[in-house]
Protein backbone atom coordinates (compact mmCIF):
# COMPACT_ATOMS: atom_id res chain seq x y z
CA UNK A 1 0.00 0.00 0.00
CA UNK A 2 0.96 3.61 -0.52
CA UNK A 3 0.73 4.70 3.33
CA UNK A 4 3.26 1.97 4.30
CA UNK A 5 5.91 3.16 1.43
CA UNK A 6 6.09 6.75 3.01
CA UNK A 7 8.95 6.34 5.59
CA UNK A 8 8.98 7.63 9.29
CA UNK A 9 11.14 11.15 7.60
CA UNK A 10 8.48 12.06 5.56
CA UNK A 11 5.38 11.42 7.96
CA UNK A 12 7.18 13.73 10.02
CA UNK A 13 7.20 16.55 6.97
CA UNK A 14 3.63 15.66 6.53
CA UNK A 15 2.80 16.14 10.04
CA UNK A 16 4.73 19.86 10.03
CA UNK A 17 3.21 20.97 6.96
CA UNK A 18 -0.26 20.54 8.21
CA UNK A 19 0.78 21.90 11.54
CA UNK A 20 1.99 24.90 9.14
CA UNK A 21 -1.42 24.79 7.27
CA UNK A 22 -3.74 25.14 10.33
CA UNK A 23 -1.06 27.81 12.36
CA UNK A 24 -1.78 29.90 9.38
CA UNK A 25 -5.48 29.32 9.15
CA UNK A 26 -5.97 29.72 12.83
CA UNK A 27 -4.30 33.90 12.05
CA UNK A 28 -6.48 34.50 9.37
CA UNK A 29 -8.97 33.47 11.63
CA UNK A 30 -8.20 34.74 14.65
CA UNK A 31 -7.64 38.12 12.65
CA UNK A 32 -10.52 38.68 10.49
CA UNK A 33 -12.61 38.86 14.09
CA UNK A 34 -11.11 38.94 17.26
CA UNK A 35 -13.67 38.65 19.36
CA UNK A 36 -14.60 35.07 18.26
CA UNK A 37 -14.37 32.37 20.98
CA UNK A 38 -12.05 29.42 20.16
CA UNK A 39 -14.78 27.48 19.11
CA UNK A 40 -16.10 29.56 16.31
CA UNK A 41 -12.21 29.74 14.94
CA UNK A 42 -11.74 26.03 15.25
CA UNK A 43 -14.96 25.38 13.29
CA UNK A 44 -14.25 28.59 10.74
CA UNK A 45 -10.90 26.79 10.29
CA UNK A 46 -12.35 23.21 9.68
CA UNK A 47 -15.50 24.36 7.03
CA UNK A 48 -12.66 26.13 5.68
CA UNK A 49 -10.19 22.34 5.44
CA UNK A 50 -13.21 21.11 4.60
CA UNK A 51 -14.09 23.18 1.55
CA UNK A 52 -10.81 22.42 0.12
CA UNK A 53 -10.41 18.97 0.34
CA UNK A 54 -14.12 18.56 -0.85
CA UNK A 55 -13.11 20.86 -3.93
CA UNK A 56 -9.73 18.40 -4.52
CA UNK A 57 -11.73 15.39 -4.08
CA UNK A 58 -14.28 16.13 -6.58
CA UNK A 59 -12.06 17.63 -8.80
CA UNK A 60 -9.65 13.80 -8.46
CA UNK A 61 -12.86 12.05 -9.00
CA UNK A 62 -14.14 13.66 -12.53
CA UNK A 63 -10.97 13.45 -13.76
CA UNK A 64 -10.44 10.00 -12.75
CA UNK A 65 -14.49 9.34 -14.18
CA UNK A 66 -13.26 10.76 -17.47
CA UNK A 67 -10.23 8.53 -17.80
CA UNK A 68 -12.30 5.22 -17.05
CA UNK A 69 -14.66 6.14 -19.47
CA UNK A 70 -12.14 7.92 -22.07
CA UNK A 71 -10.31 4.07 -21.48
CA UNK A 72 -13.71 2.44 -22.31
CA UNK A 73 -13.88 3.86 -25.39
CA UNK A 74 -10.62 3.74 -26.27
CA UNK A 75 -10.73 -0.03 -25.66
CA UNK A 76 -14.56 -0.90 -27.37
CA UNK A 77 -13.53 0.73 -30.15
CA UNK A 78 -10.14 -1.18 -30.63
CA UNK A 79 -11.81 -4.42 -30.38
CA UNK A 80 -14.72 -3.37 -32.51
CA UNK A 81 -12.07 -2.25 -35.39
CA UNK A 82 -9.96 -5.71 -34.64
CA UNK A 83 -13.21 -7.35 -34.89
CA UNK A 84 -14.05 -5.90 -38.28
CA UNK A 85 -10.31 -6.71 -39.45
CA UNK A 86 -10.87 -10.51 -38.65
CA UNK A 87 -14.02 -11.07 -40.05
Avoid: E, P
Avoid at 2 to 7: E, G
Avoid at 21 to 38: C, E, F, L, P, W
Amino acid sequence: MYFMAITKTQWIVIVIMVLKIVRIYYKIATGVNASQDSYQIMITIWHKIQTIFLGFSWSLFSFLSFCFFFYQFLSRNVCLSYASYTY
